[in-house]
């Protein structure tokens, strides 16, 4: 069992701040890969005794086991993208373009290692399946789910965008039932209404699909279908939807893939009444 794959089962499990470990660990593998569990505390800002209690929490006998499982899945297995990107830093010093797109092209290069063309599927399945499509996103997370949104409606879906404030959420999510589908939308931290809203999900028999970033592993309580990768930079600094929209554009993909003819038939439609529409 992989590293990332522990950390999802036991994130219902994890404190506050051995959260805090995993998002490190997940936007920065190769530091935390070479990190003691002092420098890996020091850096997050928790006592050190939090990173050896979060490796025995995810099933390693000893701090220096879960950072060599740590080596074995990151380092050994991210090569390329740390060829990209020592080949880019040293051409593009100054350049804050340039060294946008080596950022980007690092994190895009990952991207496989953390969502594959099975989970894809798998969540695929899900919303072409689903009697009704809520979409949820909130803060930064929101131009995606506007997006995806768009997207679902695009090939006929029944789709329901989740706005406002609580009261209008738990309004909106009032006609969900068994046979639904909740699709969210979860980058920097975990929004107010997440947990409440899983738990609805869970509780009429609906399912659940998140795209995330670094945090995706330890929002709590699970999703039924987690998509997540890092996005580009660190969680201190400057990041873009760019992996997050792949993710979204390959789970639409995956979609037309499973229905070929009725995805195609849908947009057909939509075009033909476009142009009748403008005329």
């Known amino acids: 069992?992989?590293?990332?794959?522990?950390?999802?089962?036991?994130?219902?499990?994890?404190?506050?701040?051995?959260?805090?470990?995993?998002?490190?660990?997940?936007?920065?593998?190769?530091?935390?890969?070479?990190?003691?569990?002092?420098?890996?505390?020091?850096?997050?800002?928790?006592?050190?005794?939090?990173?050896?209690?979060?490796?025995?929490?995810?099933?390693?006998?000893?701090?220096?086991?879960?950072?060599?499982?740590?080596?074995?899945?990151?380092?050994?297995?991210?090569?390329?993208?740390?060829?990209?990107?020592?080949?880019?830093?040293?051409?593009?010093?100054?350049?804050?373009?340039?060294?946008?797109?080596?950022?980007?092209?690092?994190?895009?290069?990952?991207?496989?290692?953390?969502?594959?063309?099975?989970?894809l599927s798998e969540a695929a399945r899900v919303l072409l399946d689903a009697r009704r499509i809520f979409v949820f996103a909130r803060g930064n997370a929101e131009a995606l789910g506007v997006q995806v949104e768009r997207r679902l409606r695009r090939m006929g879906l029944q789709v329901f965008a989740l706005r406002g404030d609580a009261r209008d959420s738990a309004e909106q999510v009032l006609a969900m039932e068994k046979g639904d589908a909740l699709i969210g939308c979860v980058f920097r931290r975990q929004p107010k209404l997440y947990a409440p809203l899983l738990d609805h999900v869970r509780a009429v028999g609906a399912k659940s699909i998140i795209i995330a970033g670094s945090i995706g592993p330890s929002l709590a309580p699970k999703s039924d279908h987690l998509l997540f990768a890092p996005r580009s930079g660190s969680q201190e600094g400057f990041q873009t939807l760019t992996v997050p929209m792949a993710i979204a554009n390959a789970l639409v993909l995956a979609m037309a893939a499973e229905d070929k003819r009725g995805a195609l038939e849908k947009l057909e439609t939509l075009g033909q009444l476009i142009a009748a529409f403008e005329g």
Not at 33 to 55: I, Y
Not at 94 to 117: F, N, S
């Open 1 to 119: 069992m992989s590293v990332l794959e522990r950390v999802q089962q036991a994130a219902e499990t994890l404190t506050p701040s051995e959260r805090q470990l995993v998002k490190q660990l997940i936007a920065n593998p190769r530091d935390i890969a070479l990190a003691t569990a002092s420098e890996l505390a020091s850096r997050v800002g928790v006592h050190e005794a939090t990173a050896s209690r979060l490796a025995r929490k995810l099933g390693y006998p000893s701090y220096s086991g879960f950072r060599n499982a740590i080596q074995q899945e990151f380092i050994v297995k991210t090569d390329p993208a740390v060829r990209v990107r020592n080949t880019l830093d040293q051409t593009t010093s100054g350049d804050l373009l340039a060294d946008l797109i080596g950022r980007e092209i690092e994190a895009l290069t990952a991207l496989p290692r953390y969502v594959d063309m099975a989970r």
